[in-house]
T-cell receptor, first 116, second 115 residues
Framework: AQSVAQPEDQVNVAEGNPLTVKCTYS??????LFWYVQYPNRGLQFLLK??????LVKGSYGFEAEFNKSQTSFHLKKPSALVSDSALYFC??????????????FGKGTHLIIQP | NAGVTQTPKFQVLKTGQSMTLQCAQD?????MSWYRQDPGMGLRLIHY???????DQGEVPNGYNVSRSTTEDFPLRLLSAAPSQTSVYFC?????FGSGANVLTFGAGSRLTVL
C-alpha cells in the first residue's frame, strides 16, 4: 500500500522569503504525485502534478515542486512567499498501476503560515 | 459551470439517525469519490465510482453506503450515525477513468457533527 509523509505540521515563513513544504512518499513503481491547497472553509484546489519527464514541475500561483526519485520526495517550493499563500497544503500520490480507479492517498497536510 | 456541488454544508445528527449527503457534478466526469477529512489525518477515501452503476470501497467504507444511478450524482448515505463519523466530507470528481494523472475537482465540503 502507498503512503505519504508530510513531516511538518506547520511551516512559518516571512513574506518575501523562499518557502519549502516537504513531502516524501512510499509506493511501488513510479507514482503520479500531486499537490493540493485548501483555504479555510473551502474544498481542495489543485496546484500541480508530476507525471513524467522534467523533475521540476511548475504549477499555479508561482509554486513549483521537485521530484527526486532516489529520495522519494516531492517538495513544494516557491521563491518568494506571499501572505495570501497561507493555507493548508496536501501532498498526494497515486500508483501508475490500477488504471486510475484508485483514489489518491493524501498526506496529513502542512499548515503554511506567511508572516507579514 | 458549477463544478461539484455538495449539500448540505452543515448538519447535526443524533447517534443512530440516518442521512444522505448529496453530491452533484456538471462536468460529465466519469469518476466520483467521497473523502472524509479529520484533523491530523489528512483525507481518507470512503467510496468511489468509475461510472453509473459501478461503485467500490475505499480505505474507510464502514458505516457508509453509496450508489451511482446517474453520471451526475453520487450520494453518500450514513446508515446509523455514530460520533466517530463527525468529520468534514468532500466529494470529488475527475474526467476520465483510465489515467492515474487525472486531477480531482473537489466540492466545498459538508461538515457533519454527530452527537
Amino acid at each position: 500500500a502507498q503512503s505519504v509523509a508530510q513531516p511538518e505540521d506547520q511551516v512559518n515563513v516571512a513574506e518575501g522569503n523562499p518557502l519549502t513544504v516537504k513531502c516524501t512518499y512510499s509506493v511501488s513503481g513510479n507514482p503520479y504525485l500531486f499537490w493540493y491547497v485548501q483555504y479555510p472553509n473551502r474544498g481542495l484546489q489543485f496546484l500541480l502534478k508530476y507525471i513524467t519527464g522534467d523533475n521540476l514541475v511548475k504549477g499555479s500561483y508561482g509554486f513549483e515542486a521537485e521530484f527526486n526519485k532516489s529520495q522519494t520526495s516531492f517538495h513544494l517550493k516557491k521563491p518568494s512567499a506571499l501572505v495570501s499563500d497561507s493555507a493548508l497544503y496536501f501532498c498526494a500520490v497515486r500508483p501508475r498501476s490500477g488504471g486510475g480507479a484508485d483514489g489518491l492517498t493524501f498526506g496529513k497536510g502542512t499548515h503554511l503560515i506567511i508572516q507579514p | 459551470n458549477a463544478g461539484v456541488t455538495q449539500t448540505p454544508k452543515f448538519q447535526v445528527l443524533k447517534t443512530g439517525q440516518s442521512m444522505t449527503l448529496q453530491c452533484a457534478q456538471d462536468m460529465n466526469h466519469e469518476y466520483m469519490s467521497w473523502y472524509r477529512q479529520d484533523p491530523g489525518m489528512g483525507l481518507r477515501l470512503i467510496h468511489y465510482s468509475v461510472g453509473a452503476g459501478i461503485t467500490d470501497q475505499g480505505e474507510v467504507p464502514n458505516g457508509y453506503n453509496v450508489s451511482r444511478s446517474t453520471t451526475e450524482d453520487f450520494p453518500l448515505r450514513l446508515l446509523s450515525a455514530a460520533p466517530s463519523q463527525t468529520s468534514v466530507y468532500f466529494c470529488a470528481s475527475s474526467r476520465r477513468f483510465g489515467s492515474g494523472a487525472n486531477v480531482l475537482t473537489f466540492g466545498a465540503g459538508s461538515r457533519l457533527t454527530v452527537l
